[in-house]
DNA sequence: CCTCTATCCATAGGTAATCTATATATAGAT
DNA sequence: ATCTATATATAGATTACCTATGGATAGAGG
């Protein structure tokens, strides 16, 4: 059986900028959110959320402040960016047309 | 604006095998073949076509024969063979599985 | 008090997939 | 004669992701 993937890679940007709709949220809530809606089918590593997360700061998608946790935890909390938002939409659309294309190859590939 | 991605990574070798339903095929006619079932949304190009087809080979879920093409000219035919036609079931299954966890992020994430 | 688990951040190093660029070759059309 | 489409393939760069590691603290259970 082959190892399964613990996402699909070019979407957890996407993913992340997404989860940051509903607010500023930190890093391992991230993490943890994505886990929690996708009943644990996607699992963003800690390895790969953490450099997500600077390459959003460095695109200027996401904006990062350190604050208290309501469990009295320092954490980087990240808020989305007008830039950022913009973005998002290009990704979901661009997603949405890759993921159509997709199907309809799935879906026409089997006929003779 | 953001570069366009030709494919969504780690779908290519699902979408070949797909392809390979159909009947033998080689290189260029399975690139042709997503090309014009996508409406030109999906590009297999040539540095990520041949050496996907070569990992198929290794892994033993094509096969090759070179033959002749109706046009006269030298190419390598592709078949799917039983253990690629598991491994075809495996990667869709694993993708639904992914398209739909993805779908149950970007829908409830706007929630506040 | 001590240890364990969960919470929180981050980087280094490795692997794998894709793209760009290049090389080769020929059939058929202009 | 040259251009386009057909056909294969590799080298090198880039990027994304994962594994492994390191650090730190709150709270629970013993």
New binding site residues.
């Given amino acids: 059986m082959a ?1 399964k ?9 996407m993913l992340i900028l997404k989860t940051l709709t509903r607010g500023a949220l ?7 959110s994505i886990k929690r809606l996708s009943d644990d089918v996607l ?13 959003l700061l460095l695109q200027g998608w996401v904006k ?1 402040e350190w604050k208290m ?10 808020t989305l960016t007008a830039a950022g938002r913009k973005q998002l939409g290009i990704e979901l659309s661009q997603f949405e047309q890759m993921i159509t294309a997709i199907g309809r190859v799935l879906r026409d590939a089997q006929e003779a």
């Fill in positions: 190892k993937p613990d996402l699909l890679p070019g979407t957890l940007d930190h890093g391992y809530g991230i993490a943890l699992t963003v590593e800690e390895g790969s959320l953490y450099p997500a997360l600077q390459r990062g946790t309501d469990t009295g935890r320092r954490a980087r909390f990240y």
